[in-house]
């Protein structure tokens, strides 16, 4: 099993910065992506961007990539937030994949966090 865990969330104004990490452990040998996916209230998971641990690679989603990054650490995966709107308000889930090729969909991901609640107010 595999355990993700997610932090950082919080409120934040309009035009702010917000860093959120996860950590993944347990048997973490076989990952080889990790992503962010949000989810705003009455909508559905939408994907925000993923990193190959092989490579540092990462894609970012058109609607965040001037904005966002994904940094990582060793074992920490970053999703760093500049210029936060409003419309970025949504609670924010770390995945993992150790199978599968679905890079851009949940359904591609075996593990879940609990999610971190991110509220940008205007």
């Known amino acids: 099993q595999v355990q993700v865990v997610e932090s950082g969330g919080g409120l934040v104004q309009a035009g702010g910065s917000l860093r959120l990490s996860c950590v993944a452990s347990?048997?973490?040998?076989?990952?080889?992506?990790m992503a962010w996916f949000r989810q705003a209230p009455g909508k559905e998971r939408a994907f925000v961007g993923n990193?190959?641990?092989?490579?540092?690679s990462t894609v970012i989603a058109d609607s965040v990539k001037d904005r966002f990054t994904i940094p990582r650490d060793k074992a920490k995966m970053y999703l760093q937030m500049n210029s936060l709107k409003p419309e970025d308000t949504a609670v924010y889930y770390c995945?993992?994949?150790?199978?599968?090729?679905?890079?851009?969909?949940?359904?591609?991901?075996?593990?879940w966090g609990q999610g971190t609640l991110v509220t940008v107010s205007s």
């Open positions: 347990g048997r973490t040998f076989s990952t080889y992506r």
């Open positions: 995945a993992v994949a150790q199978y599968g090729t679905s890079r851009l969909h949940p359904e591609g991901y075996q593990y």
């Open positions: 990193i190959e641990l092989s490579s540092d």
